[in-house]
């Protein structure tokens, strides 16, 4: 169904915001058979192009990027200090072994007060991030050898499948990568009507940052953002608060906490999904936002954006979960909508809708 051995070997490559070398070269051996033309942007974001039978642009945005640390002190034991690289829930740090990436790779844990002899008020408190420390089992001059201040940190998980899914760590955003790698794979033989820009972001996880400056090198006409959103389909949600569920298909993104998607690329995708009998869902996430606002807003004449998003349980944390066939349907929905877009009409009449006259007359 999916190729689970290359999603793996992606979402296990490590790359912190910032420091995307390892996951970058992996990317770059994988799309260079694919594409017409490959090349890295100063912020070290990838760029894969496939050219169309016009010049017109879609840029596709993938973050490459996870979530981070990076070392800012050690302390006479030979402890690290660190901050965060991303957004992270200090409660799934505890005990979680990581990568530190010094002059060598050096495996940490995470470490904080042992419970046994913490007052009954922390007890009942979530012990803040500034509370961790990294555990090398070194002493403070062991650790100064192979760690400089400013190391990355990256977290230690392998990829697993079970029952119908696949989980990890870093699969926001590496599932992406892997869905716009096979996405290419599906389309290097396939005329497209477009020149397709496949973009590899760096630093999403801080701000959107990669997807910003390639979007306005690129300046596309249409823009595409792929990344996962929330499955809150377990005990204790809410229906309001579900946003999506693992294995009802790709979510088609109506908006975000930084974009309103383009109602003419929501209309499409949707369209796309049921001729091609594509399972999908709508997703309307409140908060939190991902590459399409850089894809939308920053070329110089903005772009006609939406998302394809994949649905995803335990965000941010250890062990991330995605269903295997919502993957496969995000793969075919991606690559059925590149090759179809010069046949839909995207002026802004075209409403995606039944036309029915729009007037309040004899209303009031």
Same mark, same amino acid.
């Given at each position: ?125 979530? $012990? ?6 990294? @555990?090398?089992?070194?002493? +403070?001059? /062991?650790? !100064?050898? =192979?760690?400089?201040? #400013? ?114 690329? $929501? ?6 999904? @049921?001729?091609?009998?594509? +399972?999908? /869902?709508? !997703?309307? =996430?409140?908060?939190? #936002? ?75």
């Amino acid at each position: 169904m999916i190729n689970v051995d290359l999603l793996r070997r992606i979402c296990e490559t490590p790359g912190a915001p910032g420091y995307e070398q390892r996951i970058r070269e992996f990317v770059m051996a994988e799309v260079s058979p694919l594409v017409d033309e490959l090349s890295i942007d100063n912020m070290g974001n990838v760029i894969a192009v496939k050219k169309g039978k016009s010049p017109k642009k879609v840029m596709i945005a993938a973050h490459m990027d996870e979530i981070g640390f990076i070392v800012n002190y050690i302390d006479d034991d030979g402890f690290l200090r660190f901050v965060p690289l991303g957004g992270f829930d200090p409660k799934t740090l505890s005990s979680q072994r990581v990568l530190v990436h010094g002059k060598e790779d050096v495996v940490g844990v995470m470490g904080s007060k042992p419970i046994h002899i913490m007052s009954p008020e922390e007890r009942s408190k979530q $012990v803040p991030i500034n509370e961790y420390f990294i @555990d090398l089992g070194m002493s +403070k001059e /062991q650790a !100064e050898a =192979l760690i400089p201040i #400013g190391s990355p940190v990256t977290r230690l998980g392998a990829l697993i499948e079970m029952g119908d899914c696949v989980n990890s760590k870093s699969l926001d955003n590496r599932v992406s990568v892997f869905i716009l790698i096979e996405t290419l794979r599906a389309l290097k033989d396939v005329e497209v009507p477009f020149d397709i820009y496949g973009v590899f972001t760096v630093q999403e996880e801080v701000g959107l940052r990669g997807a910003i400056s390639a979007s306005h090198l690129i300046d596309p006409d249409f823009g595409l953002g792929l990344d996962v959103t929330i499955a809150f389909d377990v005990p204790g949600s809410n229906g309001h608060d579900t946003v999506t569920c693992l294995g009802k298909g790709a979510a088609i993104k109506i908006l975000d906490g930084s974009t309103i998607c383009d109602y003419r690329m $929501v209309n499409y995708l949707k369209k796309v999904a @049921d001729d091609q009998k594509i +399972k999908w /869902q709508p !997703e309307i =996430l409140p908060k939190g #936002g991902t590459d399409t606002a850089g894809v939308q807003r920053y070329g110089k004449k903005g772009a006609i954006a939406g998302a394809i998003s994949i649905p995803l349980r335990h965000m941010h944390q250890t062990i991330e979960l995605a269903n295997k066939e919502d993957i496969r349907d995000c793969i075919s929905l991606l690559t059925e909508s590149l090759k179809a877009l010069d046949q839909y009409d995207w002026s802004f009449s075209n409403t995606g809708q039944s036309s029915q006259s729009n007037s309040f007359e004899g209303l009031f």
